[in-house]
């Protein structure tokens, strides 16, 4: 497994949870990655993602201020830090590896998924 994520759950709207990455073959400090959420029935919609080229992080305007990027390159993870999550974050959320550097983020940037984990967010 190249990437797996981890931390999904069920919370409360006004809540918060944090996903974990675990990244191997890569190393998250040359690449491109990033995290996405896709809702039943809707597109693979990027909600953060590093640059490749100058570790900027973009986030769509949906989750800003809200879900904040990092990484641990010592130990190759990825997190994702939810907060005051709205039952319309809920969805399987992916971390990718690719070549991502500038601009919106979109799916087609990225060649590497891991298998995603489950949030679910009540209202």
Same mark, same amino acid.
């Given at each position: 497994?190249?990437?797996?994520a981890?931390?999904?759950?069920?919370?409360? /709207?006004?809540?918060?949870?944090?996903? &974990?990455?675990?990244?191997?073959? *890569?190393?998250?400090? %040359?690449? $491109?990655?990033?995290? @996405?959420?896709?809702?039943?029935?809707?597109?693979?919609? /990027?909600?953060?993602?590093?640059?490749? &080229?100058?570790?900027?992080?973009? *986030?769509?305007?949906? %989750?800003? $201020?809200?879900?904040? @990027?990092?990484?641990?390159?010592?130990k190759?993870?990825?997190?994702?830090?939810?907060?005051?999550?709205?039952?319309?974050?809920?969805?399987?959320?992916?971390?990718?590896? $690719?070549?991502?550097?500038?601009?919106?983020?979109?799916?087609?940037?990225?060649?590497?998924?891991?298998?995603?984990?489950?949030?679910?967010?009540?209202?």
């Amino acid at each position: 497994v190249q990437l797996q994520a981890s931390g999904g759950g069920l919370v409360q /709207a006004g809540g918060s949870l944090r996903l &974990s990455c675990a990244v191997s073959v *890569y190393t998250v400090d %040359v690449y $491109g990655i990033g995290w @996405f959420r896709q809702a039943p029935g809707k597109k693979r919609d /990027a909600v953060s993602c590093i640059s490749a &080229s100058d570790e900027s992080i973009w *986030y769509p305007d949906s %989750v800003q $201020g809200r879900f904040t @990027f990092s990484r641990d390159i010592e130990k190759n993870m990825v997190y994702l830090e939810m907060t005051d999550l709205k039952p319309e974050d809920t969805g399987v959320y992916y971390c990718a590896i $690719g070549w991502f550097t500038s601009g919106i983020c979109t799916a087609e940037e990225f060649g590497r998924w891991g298998q995603g984990t489950l949030v679910t967010v009540s209202s």
